[in-house]
């Protein structure tokens, strides 16, 4: 069965470095998104992706984010300069057509900021 | 703005018992989607089980099951037979048509041997 993938697992960065953070979403799937989760709270919105721009980005999602699909498969996510803040789970997730509503989930990358 | 409520942080329930996790949300559209994910301490989201909002009937995914109850905003999961691997968080979560996620707060369930 086909999967969303995101690499790496777990990184973790110095405060003021940049990060990507990338995602595979599954091959036929038209809309991407990324989403957050701080420890020990819910999982949240940042950004979603559709036809290579930007649809929707919440208040968290603010200039030191930027999203990207630089090829045909790969969709990213980079943290310009990182703050403590910022370390959290980002989940990664895809979505096939207008028409579909499902989400599909990755397994997450657990970003550190020391 | 949608909200979703899960009001019960912990629960705990023995094992091949049966336990019901809850949730409300708010909403003015009347078309949207319902799910519940499942979160282990591996921290990957599982679907669970899914609503969508036209259909009358609960849904219904082996030992899950849900309560939905659009007049009320009330949206249910019912775990029967609990098992050891059911532990984990688990996250209600609302999708309007084409639009993003919106996640409660969480339960923490706990099955006990």
């Known amino acids: 069965e086909p999967e969303v993938t995101q690499t790496p697992s777990h990184q973790v960065t110095q405060m003021g470095q940049e990060v990507i953070l990338r995602c595979v979403p599954i091959s036929n799937h038209l809309y991407f998104y990324w989403y957050r989760q701080i420890l020990g709270q819910k999982v949240e919105f940042l950004v979603s992706?559709?036809?290579?721009?930007?649809?929707?980005k919440s208040e968290i999602f603010d200039d030191q984010f930027s999203v990207e699909r630089p090829d045909g498969s790969n969709f990213t996510l980079k943290i310009r300069s990182t703050k403590l803040e910022d370390s959290a789970m980002y989940f990664c997730a895809s979505r096939a057509a207008p028409g579909a509503y499902e989400q599909y989930f990755g397994p997450g990358t657990r970003l550190t900021v020391t | 703005a949608q909200t979703v409520t899960q009001s019960q942080p912990e629960m705990s329930v023995q094992e091949a018992e049966t336990v019901t996790l809850s949730c409300t949300y708010d909403t003015s559209e009347n078309n949207y989607y319902l799910f519940w994910y499942k979160q282990p301490p591996s921290r990957q989201m599982i679907l669970v089980i899914r609503q969508e909002a036209y259909k009358q009937q609960n849904a219904t995914e082996n030992r899950f099951s849900v309560n939905f109850q659009k007049a009320a905003k009330s949206f249910s999961l019912k775990i029967s037979d609990s098992q050891l691997g059911d532990t984990a968080m688990y996250f209600c979560a609302f999708m309007n048509y084409g639009q993003n996620f919106v996640f409660g707060p969480g339960t923490r369930l706990s099955v006990l041997p």
């Open positions: 992706f559709y036809n290579n721009e930007i649809s929707e």
